[in-house]
């Protein structure tokens, strides 16, 4: 008609609210529902769906569609795409992974969350609270009860004179129930924390829920210098710095995963609902032609094209072009790209990390170069095929590097102990501790901090001794494997 000259088909079928409102329809000015509302549009989505699929098997997948899982017999995974690549290199790069603090710090938290601040509280209410014994002091109990006196302030008055009978509340200072109680607490948390078998506790040290965390975070702080003290980018392969920086792109490539999973399953619907469409204005199509419908009511009527060209706008909300379709594509062929170049060159190849470390020249010290004393955390993500037995190669359980009077393993040479020892100073810019003077088999005097955490140290006690803070039989020695292994979880 002449009112639509020089109007596109859009302008004539569609308000302007409903135009501006759908970047499909903005894009494609011409599209005439009549006509255009074919299979090749319906296939045009579906496409795209493939290529949203297709990229996420090559961002992260597995072979065979089923779970990860690696096979024991071979150590290999069914593990496919860019980021578990991303994440074998990590494997791969000795230490911890990349904000492993912010992670192990995380997860004390969340251990020290349950434990029991019993400031304040009596015998009786931190028994009932923890569920442990009040058998402390159960003399002064019978005798209390005898005398008539029923309050526990007067009783923690009374075994400050008679003494409380437990191990762990000696005479010298005199020490309530209450304080004994919760010492006893405090004492069985902290071998839970940390497996020091604690035999004479001061209540300088563990009388109090202050007391207790204050422990706990002079052992983390000095873990997290010891772990980076020992992992420097002297002893490390040349990726780890590009190792890093692909791990800090999985967040974002998760992003993508969960976006393209969500599109998918819009697209479903969409495609579904285009079907509808085209069905009911091929019907109207054919009642037209076939003169059974008027001009009018195709174009006006309620059983004409008019609710179907309103029901298509909500659906161009969700259509897509050929462009996306090449857009997906091309991101695609970059991420494969990406994954070769991290299989090829960062992990494998004459450069990679795992050719560095199997190399004699390799400056990995031999304490973090895998033996028959050394644990590994599993790692978490996957992977996609483990190193074979214990001598594996990567970040290894800090309390297996040294015995906790500064002992190398059987078989550890001198010499690498001075080289680590070396690094160690060099890299704190210190003066020599005695590197030079390691003589036989070194003793914790001369090497400290780059390798192994003395928590004697930390606590001001004698190993073995039952003096001091804390006293523990040197055959019944700590683990800070266990520390870093079930309180910070780290791997």
């Not at 319906?42 to 795209?48: A, G, S």
Request: net charge negative; glycine share 8%.
């Amino acid at each position: 008609s002449v009112s639509g000259f020089g109007n596109n088909q859009n302008e004539l079928d569609y308000t302007n609210a409903q135009i501006n409102s759908s970047e499909w329809l903005k894009q494609n000015p011409d599209f005439n529902i009549r006509t255009d509302l074919n299979d090749a549009l319906i296939d045009e989505q579906r496409i795209y769906q493939n290529k949203l699929i297709e990229q996420n098997k090559e961002l992260s997948s597995t072979t065979d569609g089923k779970d990860y899982a690696i096979d024991p017999a071979t150590g290999k995974s069914n593990a496919y795409g860019l980021i578990p690549t991303i994440y074998q290199l990590d494997y791969c790069i000795p230490g911890p992974h990349p904000g492993w603090e912010a992670d192990s710090g995380n997860e004390l938290d969340k251990e020290l969350s349950k434990v029991l601040d019993t400031d304040g509280m009596d015998f009786l209410q931190v028994g009932q609270a923890t569920g442990m014994s009040t058998n402390l002091g159960a003399g002064i109990m019978i005798v209390s009860k005898l005398l008539g006196v029923a309050d526990t302030d007067t009783i923690d008055e009374w075994s400050k004179i008679l003494g409380t009978g437990h191990a762990h509340c000696g005479s010298s200072p005199p020490v309530s129930i209450s304080e004994c109680v919760s010492r006893d607490y405090y004492v069985k948390e902290l071998l839970r924390f940390t497996h020091i078998p604690a035999l004479s506790v001061d209540s300088d040290y563990l009388q109090s829920y202050s007391k207790f965390t204050n422990i706990i975070d002079r052992i983390y702080t000095e873990y997290k210098a010891g772990i980076k003290n020992t992992y420097i980018s002297e002893v490390l392969p040349s990726a780890a710095k590009e190792s890093e920086t692909e791990f800090a792109k999985v967040p974002g490539y998760d992003q993508i995963i969960n976006a393209n999973r969500k599109t998918i399953d819009t697209l479903n619907g969409t495609i579904t609902r285009l079907k509808e469409i085209k069905f009911k204005i091929d019907e109207a199509n054919a009642k037209l032609k076939s003169g059974t419908m008027s001009v009018d009511d195709y174009e006006t009527g309620p059983d004409g094209i008019t609710p179907w060209k309103n029901a298509f706008v909500r659906v161009s909300y969700s259509l897509y072009s050929g462009d996306d379709i090449a857009t997906v594509d091309d991101d695609t062929k970059l991420f494969i790209d990406e994954k070769n170049y991290v299989l090829n060159s960062l992990i494998g190849g004459h450069t990679g990390c795992e050719e560095e470390l199997a190399s004699p020249n390799s400056q990995l010290p031999k304490q973090l170069s895998g033996g028959s004393v050394l644990g590994r955390p599993d790692y978490p993500l996957p992977i996609l095929y483990k190193y074979p037995g214990p001598s594996e190669k990567g970040f290894l359980y800090w309390g297996h590097y040294m015995d906790w009077q500064g002992h190398f393993p059987d078989g550890y040479a001198i010499g690498q102990a001075v080289d680590l020892c070396k690094a160690y100073v060099k890299y704190n810019k210190s003066t020599d501790e005695g590197c030079s003077s390691i003589v036989g088999i070194p003793d914790y005097n001369h090497i400290k901090g780059p390798n192994y955490i003395h928590i004697s140290d930390l606590l001001e006690i004698q190993d073995g001794g039952t003096t001091g803070t804390i006293g523990y039989s040197p055959l019944n020695l700590p683990k800070a494997g266990d520390f870093e292994r079930d309180i910070l979880k780290m791997w």
